[in-house]
C-alpha cells in the first residue's frame, strides 16, 4: 500500500467532519494454475482519491483460492483500506462480481468471500461498474499487472515497492506510459527471493478454500 500526494485542495471542502471523499477504484483480481493443487492467487488496486488527488496503490497476496473468489477479495481488500465514509465508483473487468453486486445475479456460491465484501461495503455508497479487461484503461491495467505480481511472488508488495511504483502513476489524466511501470514493476518482482514462491495459504479463509484441510476429518 502506498500514497502518493499530487495536489492538496482540502482548503476547497467543508470541515472534516462534513466532507465525504469521492474515490475512484480500479481493481483486478488473479490466479495462476486456477483450480490445480498449486494455484496462486493476488489481487491489485488503483484507488484514486478525485478531491485531493491521491493516488494509492494495493497488490495483495490471497493464497490457494480461486480466480472468481480473488475477484471479490479485490473489491474487499480495496475498500478496507477506505479510513472514512467515502462516495466511491468501483471498476472491474469481473461481470460476475459487478452483476452480484449490483443485484442482477444471488450469492450462491463463495458466500464466506461475498460475506466479506459486503461487510466492507457497510459506510459508503458505491457505484459498481464493469469495464472490459485489456480494453486500454491504463490504471485497469495497473490493477490487473499488481494482481499478477502479488501472484506470481506469493507475497504483498511491499510499502517501499509501491511508494515506488506510484511515482510512475501520477499523472492526472492517466495517459502515462504502460510498458514504463511494466519494466519497473519487472524490477521490483525480481528482487523477491525464491523463498517467496512457495505456497503460502491464507490465513483468514483457511477450512473455505478448494481443499480439505489437513487438520480436520
Same mark, same amino acid.
Given at each position: 500500500?502506498?500514497?502518493?500526494?499530487?495536489?492538496?485542495?482540502? *482548503?476547497?471542502? %467543508?470541515? /472534516?467532519?462534513?466532507?465525504?471523499?469521492?474515490?475512484?477504484?480500479?481493481?483486478?483480481?488473479?490466479?495462476?494454475?486456477?483450480?490445480?493443487?498449486?494455484?496462486?492467487?493476488?489481487?491489485?488496486?488503483?484507488?484514486?482519491?478525485?478531491?485531493?488527488?491521491?493516488?494509492?496503490?494495493?497488490?495483495?497476496?490471497?493464497?490457494?483460492?480461486?480466480?472468481?473468489?480473488?475477484?471479490?477479495?479485490?473489491? =474487499?481488500?480495496?475498500?478496507?483500506?477506505?479510513?472514512?465514509?467515502?462516495?466511491?465508483?468501483?471498476?472491474?473487468?469481473?461481470?460476475?462480481?459487478?452483476?452480484?453486486? /449490483?443485484?442482477?445475479?444471488?450469492?450462491?456460491?463463495?458466500?464466506?468471500?461475498?460475506?466479506?465484501?459486503?461487510?466492507?461495503?457497510?459506510?459508503?455508497?458505491?457505484?459498481?461498474?464493469?469495464?472490459? *479487461?485489456?480494453? *486500454?484503461?491504463?490504471?485497469?491495467?495497473? /490493477?490487473?499487472?499488481?494482481?499478477?505480481?502479488?501472484?506470481?511472488?506469493?507475497?504483498?508488495?511491499?510499502?517501499?515497492?509501491?511508494?515506488?511504483?506510484? %511515482?510512475?502513476?501520477?499523472?492526472?489524466?492517466?495517459?502515462?506510459?504502460?510498458?514504463?511501470?511494466?519494466?519497473?514493476?519487472?524490477?521490483?518482482?525480481?528482487?523477491?527471493?525464491?523463498?517467496?514462491?512457495?505456497?503460502?495459504? =491464507?490465513?483468514?479463509?483457511?477450512?473455505? %478454500?478448494?481443499?480439505?484441510? /489437513?487438520?480436520? =476429518?
Amino acid at each position: 500500500m502506498s500514497v502518493i500526494r499530487l495536489i492538496d485542495r482540502k *482548503g476547497e471542502f %467543508g470541515s /472534516a467532519d462534513d466532507y465525504t471523499p469521492l474515490v475512484r477504484i480500479y481493481v483486478d483480481g488473479s490466479c495462476s494454475r486456477n483450480g490445480a493443487i498449486d494455484s496462486s492467487a493476488g489481487c491489485g488496486a488503483v484507488m484514486l482519491d478525485q478531491n485531493r488527488l491521491e493516488i494509492k496503490l494495493v497488490s495483495k497476496y490471497l493464497g490457494q483460492i480461486t480466480n472468481q473468489q480473488a475477484e471479490i477479495l479485490a473489491c =474487499a481488500k480495496a475498500l478496507e483500506q477506505l479510513r472514512r465514509p467515502c462516495r466511491v465508483e468501483l471498476i472491474s473487468d469481473s461481470k460476475y462480481v459487478i452483476d452480484t453486486m /449490483a443485484g442482477r445475479n444471488r450469492m450462491r456460491t463463495n458466500r464466506p468471500f461475498w460475506t466479506r465484501l459486503v461487510e466492507e461495503c457497510y459506510g459508503h455508497h458505491i457505484t459498481w461498474r464493469w469495464e472490459k *479487461g485489456h480494453s *486500454g484503461v491504463p490504471f485497469q491495467e495497473v /490493477a490487473d499487472r499488481l494482481a499478477r505480481a502479488s501472484s506470481a511472488v506469493c507475497n504483498d508488495l511491499s510499502v517501499d515497492d509501491l511508494e515506488q511504483l506510484s %511515482g510512475h502513476l501520477s499523472d492526472r489524466s492517466e495517459q502515462f506510459d504502460i510498458g514504463e511501470f511494466e519494466m519497473e514493476l519487472e524490477k521490483v518482482i525480481s528482487r523477491y527471493s525464491t523463498a517467496h514462491q512457495s505456497f503460502i495459504p =491464507a490465513s483468514k479463509f483457511d477450512g473455505i %478454500g478448494t481443499l480439505p484441510s /489437513a487438520f480436520s =476429518a
